[in-house]
Structures are given as structure tokens and as C-alpha cells.
């Protein structure tokens, strides 16, 4: 069965640089999640999209942006990047907005430097 | 969503079941348990979730207490490949207010021992 795709699967960046992750849902899913997870802590909650509209945000820094296009894809967008930026950062989806069961892709890998 | 607690690590032998505890006492009637997992490094996997029935399905079984307080997430005959950190997570089903994203707590590191 298809899954989230992301892209890149690693990246490396140097200091205030910007960096683009894409997020490709599964078939049908309409809504997308992007999560960060930093070494050696838990999946932390960024944003949300549902049908092309921010549904929710969490802990995602000003520097950051995010939008859903017309596809359903995602791009995460990270500018002005710091260290503490490294880390993976997952894409999810889900069929529906309320509630349907949450897929997760295989994350990618920024290195900042 | 409501706070879970989870062992942070649990032992098991290979072949043995591996029984996985959640608390989650605050709990809402509108918010599900959910159980995913993280093998190092990789994408959360989904593994189950109920209401306030038990579930069962190729992966494992949920039990959920009569109050709905706690749970257990049952691997019935674990294998190395199933170390990994287990999260629970209590996430609600529909309020209106659109929040249901899953909030990972810290997991319970299960470790599967030949």
C-alpha cells in the first residue's frame, strides 16, 4: 500500500540558510501533519493542514512556514536556520479531519551546521 | 487531550507476550486510545486503537478497563523486531474545536530479549 513520502530523506544546511521539506500524502488523505523530533526527545506536534487550510499549530517557530497545495502536498518551509534545527522532522496523514487514523512517513533528516 | 503515563522501559523475552500499561485517568468519553510505535529513527507506526471496547488485530490486542482509565497493549508473541518505544495516546474523536493531532508523551522503551 502507498505511503507518506518526504523528500528530501536528508539534508544538510549550514546556519541561516533555508530549507524546504516535501510532504506527499497518502492517496485520498486530505489532511497533513508535520511533527520535529530533535535527538533523543519525542515527535513534537508543528502544524496542521485540512483541505488546504492551516487547521492547527503547535510549537512551530516564527522562522518556519508551511502550506498545503491544491494536490494535498505539503512543503515545510525553515528559514534563517539555527542548530537546534537539526532534527527529523516527520510528515503525517490522514483521511479526514476528525479523527481517522494518522499515517506517518519515514521522516527527513536535517543537519544544520 | 488527556495526559497518559507509561513505564518508561519494560523487558521481554523473546517469544513471551509483551503486555504494555497506559494510564490515562483524566480521560474524555470523546477521546479514543491510540498506540503507535517508534522503532530508532524511523516514521511512528500504527498499531491500534479503541474507544472503550477491547480490539484485536494482526499486530496486538488492546484491552480497556471498564472506567476507561487505563489500558494495556498486548504483543502476543513478541520478537526482536518489536523493540521500539510504545506510545500511548489519548486523542479526541471530534469536539469541534479541531485539535486531533496526536500529542506524544515519552513512551515506554520496550526492550525484546533473546
Known amino acids: 500500500a502507498a505511503g507518506v513520502i518526504q523528500s528530501p530523506r536528508h539534508l544538510i544546511k549550514e546556519k541561516r540558510e533555508t530549507a524546504t521539506l516535501k510532504c506527499y500524502p497518502i492517496?485520498?488523505?486530505?489532511?497533513v501533519y508535520w511533527y520535529q523530533q530533535g535527538p533523543g526527545q519525542d515527535p513534537q506536534f508543528l502544524i496542521s493542514f485540512y483541505e488546504k487550510m492551516q487547521s492547527d499549530k503547535g510549537s512551530i517557530p516564527d522562522r518556519f512556514s508551511a502550506q498545503q497545495f491544491s494536490d494535498y502536498h505539503s512543503e515545510l518551509n525553515m528559514s534563517s536556520l539555527e542548530l537546534g534545527d537539526s532534527a527529523l522532522y516527520f510528515c503525517a496523514s490522514s483521511l479526514g479531519f476528525s479523527g481517522n487514523t494518522i499515517y506517518f512517513g519515514e521522516g527527513s533528516w536535517l543537519t544544520v551546521v | 487531550d488527556a495526559k497518559t503515563t507509561q513505564p518508561t522501559s519494560m523487558d521481554c523475552a523473546e517469544g513471551r507476550a509483551a503486555n504494555l500499561p497506559c494510564n490515562h485517568s483524566t480521560i474524555s468519553g470523546n477521546e479514543y486510545v491510540y498506540w503507535y510505535r517508534q522503532i530508532h529513527s524511523q516514521g511512528p507506526q500504527y498499531i491500534i486503537h479503541?474507544?472503550?471496547n477491547n480490539e484485536t488485530n494482526e499486530m496486538a490486542s488492546l484491552i480497556i478497563t471498564e472506567d476507561r482509565k487505563s489500558s494495556t497493549l498486548i504483543l502476543p508473541h513478541a520478537t526482536l523486531r518489536d523493540t521500539a518505544v510504545y506510545y500511548c495516546i489519548v486523542r479526541v474523536a471530534y469536539s469541534g474545536a479541531g485539535s486531533y493531532q496526536l500529542t506524544f508523551g515519552k513512551g515506554t522503551k520496550l526492550s525484546v530479549i533473546p
Open positions: 479503541g474507544l472503550k
Open positions: 492517496p485520498r488523505h486530505d489532511t
